[in-house]
């Protein structure tokens, strides 16, 4: 089976944003949730699509506290240098063409292409990474475990939603999480058996 692609980084998100998650998810510690809070489209060609590309918030999420997110990621110096360079390599390998769909979780951020070309089989193609927060102390894989087994689950129901082929795909685990641990993001089609 082929594991389900996961990037593991040091830093998701500056401080900043991650007090603005905190607040959005009602307080509690960000690394204890699971649920997506906002989608957006960018285009991997131009890191400016960061603050340009439109912000689409959960239904339950208050207007003030919306703004407040949609600040704190058009200004985090760090998504950059997490979700651009993942798909502008995913495009320069012509494994991705036009934009890519970002959905924002508390502790993790999924990037997700829909390529038009189809497969000799009628397949469609789809690439997909989960970017998260790597753990490089022992103690935090037992509390990472449960709000990470979560996220994951989340990130396969958004795929489902979105209609890409998930039939054969293995689940990470927190092990996957270790920092000597990186995968690259992953052109995924699955097989007709």
């Excluded at 594991?3 to 959005?24: F, G, K, N, Q, W």
């Excluded at 919306?66 to 012509?94: E, H, K």
């Amino acid at each position: 089976m082929t594991l389900l692609p996961i990037h593991p980084v040091r830093r998701v998100y500056e401080d900043h944003t991650l007090e603005v998650i905190e607040d959005v998810i009602g307080g509690g510690p960000f690394d204890q949730a699971s649920d997506a809070i906002a989608s957006q489209r960018l285009d991997p060609e131009t890191w400016r699509s960061m603050h340009k590309g439109p912000l689409i918030m959960k239904a339950d999420i208050e207007a003030e506290k919306c703004w407040a997110f949609a600040r704190a990621i058009a200004y985090d110096r760090y998504l950059p240098t997490v979700v651009l360079p993942r798909a502008q390599n995913m495009l320069q390998s012509g494994q991705i063409h036009g934009p890519i769909e970002v959905v924002y979780f508390p502790d993790a951020i999924g990037i997700l292409n829909q390529s038009l070309r189809v497969k000799l089989d009628g397949t469609a193609e789809a690439t997909m990474c989960l970017v998260t927060r790597d753990i490089h102390r022992t103690q935090d894989f037992l509390a990472r475990n449960d709000p990470f087994d979560r996220t994951v689950r989340r990130w396969l129901d958004y795929l489902h939603a979105e209609s890409v082929p998930c039939d054969g795909l293995k689940l990470p685990r927190v092990e996957h999480l270790a920092r000597s641990a990186k995968a690259a993001p992953l052109d995924f089609t699955p097989d007709r058996h």
